[in-house]
């Protein structure tokens, strides 16, 4: 059984064990995801999104929420999701990859990770990776989505008018 363990950094740094090629490349690609979701880095997020992906929300009416097809449309999914947030991060990633999928469970972070005023919010992701190491399927579950709205619409008045129509959807929810 070919596993690959990432857990939250230690004094001694990122720990892994891992036997064998393929999943140790597919780790360090979902560690890459991982680390450019924390900097809002999208153009290095981009590098690791096959041309044909698929990208499922947090949110939607369908049972694998709303699907986003291709890299642009990808793009404006984290885009507008960077721009709503506004400054955040990401802390405590854990990722288990055996062979082309993968798992990373997180805690995001909206403004500072070391002010424990700041709401936290803990999320997975599911991954499919192709035979060259991009991601071809991202799935995002995020907890406490409405007292996340309620954060957001407080935090960043500006970006929710920006984006009034998915913010109108979300508050459906």
């Excluded at 059984?1 to 891992?18: E, F, H």
């Excluded at 924390?38 to 699907?67: F, N, S, W």
């Excluded at 997975?124 to 406490?144: N, P, R």
Aim: proline share 5%; with cysteine; net charge neutral.
């Amino acid at each position: 059984m070919a596993t690959a363990y990432s857990r939250p950094p230690l004094q001694s740094g990122m720990q892994a064990i891992v036997d064998d090629p393929v999943s140790e490349r597919n780790r360090q690609t979902i560690q890459a995801m991982v680390d450019g979701f924390a900097k809002q880095d999208i153009d290095g997020i981009m590098t690791l999104i096959a041309d044909d992906a698929v990208y499922c929300d947090i949110l939607g009416d369908d049972p694998r929420g709303d699907e986003y097809h291709g890299k642009a449309a990808i793009r404006g999914a984290f885009t507008r999701q960077f721009a709503m947030a506004g400054p955040h991060t990401y802390v405590g990633a854990n990722i288990m990859v055996k062979g082309d999928i993968a798992f990373a469970s997180w805690t995001m972070v909206l403004g500072e990770a070391d002010d424990p005023s700041s709401p936290r919010f803990e999320g997975i992701d599911e991954f499919l990776l192709d035979a060259s190491g991009q991601v071809i399927l991202k799935k995002a579950w995020l907890k406490g989505q409405p007292r996340l709205r309620r954060v957001l619409m407080r935090r960043n008045p500006a970006a929710a008018l920006r984006h009034l129509r998915y913010v109108l959807r979300t508050l459906g929810r």
